[in-house]
């Protein structure tokens, strides 16, 4: 059975920096697109960065510059590295991967990060 187990995420203050990371198994982890999205209060889901498997990214123009997506195919681990926060990046976030040949979604549990003075 796929599953993504995440980790990291808490209260960091204005300007700090906060590591997020997923572990996926039950699914050959170098095959799957992976991704990071969060859902602020009130909002839809939204996409933050995705790395493909051959380690193209892509990232929202709001995290562009401050947050960082990579991936270990070896640990089968997914991280996003984000500098910089702002109060504007309080959200939960959740790691998201496309498993196995019809490219079903899997979604971590999710992490509330809170960004506060």
């Known amino acids: 059975q796929a599953q993504l187990v995440q980790s990291g995420g808490g209260l960091v203050q204005p300007g700090g920096s906060l590591r997020l990371s997923c572990a996926g198994s039950?699914?050959?982890?170098?095959?799957?697109?992976l991704s990071w999205y969060r859902q602020r209060a009130g909002k839809e889901r939204e996409l933050v960065a995705s790395i493909a498997t051959a380690h193209t990214t892509g990232y929202a123009t709001s995290v562009k510059g401050r947050f960082t997506i990579s991936r270990d195919n070896d640990k089968s681990t997914v991280d996003l590295q984000m500098n910089s926060l702002k109060p504007e990046d309080t959200a939960v976030y959740y790691c998201?991967?496309?498993?196995?040949?019809?490219?079903?979604?899997?979604w971590g549990q999710g992490a509330l990060v809170t960004v506060s003075s």
């Open positions: 998201g991967a496309l498993v196995g040949v019809g490219r079903d979604r899997v």
């Open positions: 039950g699914f050959t982890f170098s095959d799957a697109p």
